[in-house]
Nanobody
Framework: EVQLQASGGGLVQAGGSLRLSCAAS????????IGWFRQAPGKGYEGVSC????????YFVDSVKGRFTISSDNAKNTVYLQMNSLKPEDTGVYYC?????????????????????WGWGTQVTVSS
């Protein structure tokens, strides 16, 4: 069975940091674009970052650019999302999924979930 499981969430104060992990079983993460998504309370899913399979290109939406980094450890079959300078508006449930990632002609980053389901996610709560 193929599974992607996000973990590492928690409660932090504004300005703090967290590192989320996306561990996979049943597939090799480096073979696919992998995206991080979040769902804020009462809102829809938002793609926030992505790492490309072909050349490891990274993508960040404007709201997290400069604060979040995405990386992968192929030996551990894990993708990480390092989140620094967290803000209350970063609060939500974070998920990782196979994705299509890229940019529009006007430079906007697009992260679209592809195969799979949302699963459990990991809760990130940033207090002010």
């Amino acid at each position: 069975e193929v599974q992607l499981q996000a973990s590492g969430g928690g409660l932090v104060q504004a300005g703090g940091s967290l590192r989320l992990s996306c561990a996979a079983s049943g597939l090799t993460l480096s073979d696919y674009d992998i995206g991080w998504f979040r769902q804020a309370p009462g809102k829809g899913y938002e793609g926030v970052s992505c790492i490309g399979a072909v050349d490891g290109s990274t993508y960040f939406v404007d709201s997290v650019k400069g604060r979040f980094t995405i990386s992968s450890d192929n030996a551990k079959n894990t993708v990480y999302l390092q989140m620094n300078s967290l803000k209350p508006e970063d609060t939500g449930v974070y998920y990782c999924r196979r994705a299509d990632c890229g940019s529009t002609t006007d430079g906007a980053v697009v992260v679209i979930p592809t195969w799979g389901s949302w699963g459990w996610g990991t809760q990130v709560t940033v207090s002010s």
